[in-house]
């Protein structure tokens, strides 16, 4: 198919997209990628063997995903997320995407995301998940309860679209899981400096997990389902 078809903004227009801006902003789109697209953006996304979200190389990725990946960042589309949460001309902040493959037990523990952040935004893309709650987005009014969601929790499933304005009560955070859990995330963030740290710093990650891979699996496996950490 046409990658300039790959993603819509009319279809966040769809009437089974959930709009809140309490007890934050945010917004739960689905359907957000089509069928055909599948096979292409499985082919086409990056075999880390780490876990973990690492800054974007078009490198990294085939065609289809670093299409998907222009596309989710395009003014265009920054337009028209900022209408649906209230923000006025977010496409004027500058981006860091950053990509997951595989999550270990330790990620997903509840936080706001860092005040570097204006809008974090994720596009998931399992083709499945297993019938468990582990590993799936919840959008929480608690910093120290993850059963304390506002709306259901949402399977990272091909398609399923989240994003949300960073304030300092906007908890979210998973189960546990161990396992593939494909995801796109894009960051507006305040300053081009914070994209030079946060994106130098990724790249670090990267380098660290792929030395030391084992360690980072045992690192925090046994955590505590309502561990938190601010931002």
Same mark, same amino acid.
Request: with cysteine; hydrophobic share 35%.
């Given at each position: 198919m046409s990658p300039e078809a790959l993603?819509?903004? /009319?279809r966040l227009?769809?009437?089974? $997209? &959930? #709009?809140?801006?309490?007890?934050?902003?945010?917004?739960?789109?689905?359907?957000?990628?089509?069928?055909?697209?599948?096979?292409?953006?499985d082919r086409d996304f990056p075999r880390y063997p780490s876990a973990g979200f690492f800054p974007w190389d078009p490198a990294d990725c085939g065609p289809a995903v670093n299409a998907l990946v222009e596309q989710l960042t395009a003014p265009a589309f920054a337009k028209r997320i900022g209408e649906r949460l209230g923000? /006025?001309?977010?496409?004027?902040?500058? $981006? &860091? #995407?950053?990509?997951?493959?595989?999550?270990?037990?330790?990620?997903?523990?509840?936080?706001?995301?860092?005040?570097?952040?204006?809008?974090?935004?994720?596009?998931?893309?399992?083709?499945q998940w297993p019938d468990t709650s582990e590993g799936c987005l919840r959008f929480l009014d608690k910093i120290d309860d993850i059963d304390a969601t506002v709306v259901p929790e949402?399977?990272?499933?091909?398609?399923?679209f989240a994003v949300f304005k960073r304030c300092d009560n906007s908890f979210h955070g998973h189960l546990p899981y161990e396992g593939e859990r494909r995801v796109i995330q894009v960051a507006w963030l305040t300053s081009e400096e914070e994209k030079l740290r946060k994106t130098r710093r990724g790249k670090f990650s990267?380098?660290?997990k792929k030395l030391f891979g084992k360690l980072d699996t045992r690192y925090g496996a046994g955590?505590?389902?309502?561990?938190?950490?601010?931002?």
């Open positions: 993603l819509d903004p /009319a227009e769809r009437p089974d $997209t &959930l #709009v809140r801006h309490e007890p934050f902003p945010f917004m739960i789109a689905h359907g957000q990628l089509p069928d055909e697209a599948r096979n292409d953006l923000i /006025a001309d977010l496409g004027q902040y500058p $981006t &860091l #995407v950053t990509l997951c493959r595989l999550m270990n037990r330790r990620h997903g523990t509840i936080h706001t995301d860092s005040k570097s952040k204006v809008v974090t935004a994720l596009l998931y893309l399992n083709p949402l399977p990272p499933l091909y398609g399923e990267r380098l660290f955590r505590d389902r309502n561990a938190a950490h601010r931002d």
